[in-house]
Every structure is written in C-alpha cells, then in structure tokens.
C-alpha cells in the first residue's frame, strides 16, 4: 500500500531552525512534484513549497522565502523541508503532498493540485 511517511517537526524558540522529511513508501514510480503545505487551527491548508522531481525547480509561498528551502533526497520520492529563522506565526500542522500526474502551474501551491497527502506534523514556534 502506498504511502508518505513523513519525520520531523517538534517545538522550537523563535529564530530556530526545523526539517521536516518525507518519502514514499510502496510505490516505486517517480513523482512530477512534491510539495509541503501546513494549516493552522481556523485556516485553510496553504502552500509553502513544492519541487518538480524530474528538474527540481523549486517553488515557495511568499511568507516564507528566503527561510524555508525544499529539497529532493538521494532516495527515490524522498523531499525535506529545511526551516530556518523560524517564527510564531509558523506554528501549524505541516503536510507533505505527491503528485504523479503533471501539474500545468506548480507555483500556485494549490492543494487541489495534490492528490495523496502524508499525516500531518505539528511545529510550535514560541515567541
């Protein structure tokens, strides 16, 4: 059966740093994208960062470029998300999202465009 394992997140002070990983388990053939979205309580899942597997062009929300760097592993279906300077208002449940098919604008970060999703992952970022 397949699935996204995914490792990481826990609590941190602001200014701190968190990577969260995700791979593919039971399923060998390689993804088009993957992606890291999170959600906090009353808001929708909202993108962060997603990368196209087969050229691994990246692509970020706003609200976190130039802290948060996704990345492929040497692993098949395998993505981390590095977050540096972390701050309060990262606090969520953070999600990890693989798509096979071809996503025409990845740089949307819509979850629509991801079909099968991992458990999600706290990270707590306190002032």
């Known amino acids: 059966e397949m699935e996204l394992v995914t490792s990481g997140g826990g609590s941190v002070q602001a200014g701190g740093s968190l990577t969260l990983s995700c791979r593919v388990s039971?399923?060998?053939?390689?993804?088009?994208?993957m992606g890291w979205f999170r959600q906090s309580p009353g808001k929708e899942r909202e993108g962060v960062a997603a990368?196209?597997?087969?050229?691994?062009?990246?692509y970020y929300a706003d609200s976190v470029k130039g802290r948060f760097t996704i990345s492929q592993g040497s692993a098949i279906n395998t993505v981390y998300l590095q977050m540096n300077s972390l701050k309060p208002e990262d606090s969520a449940m953070y999600y990890c999202?693989?798509?096979?098919?071809?996503?025409?604008?990845?740089?949307?970060?819509?979850?629509?465009?991801?079909?099968?999703w991992g458990q999600g992952i706290r990270v707590t970022v306190s002032s």
């Open positions: 999202a693989a798509e096979w098919g071809r996503i025409a604008d990845p740089s949307a970060l819509k979850r629509t465009q991801f079909e099968y």
């Open positions: 039971g399923y060998d053939a390689s993804t088009h994208a």
């Open positions: 990368i196209v597997t087969s050229d691994a062009t990246t």
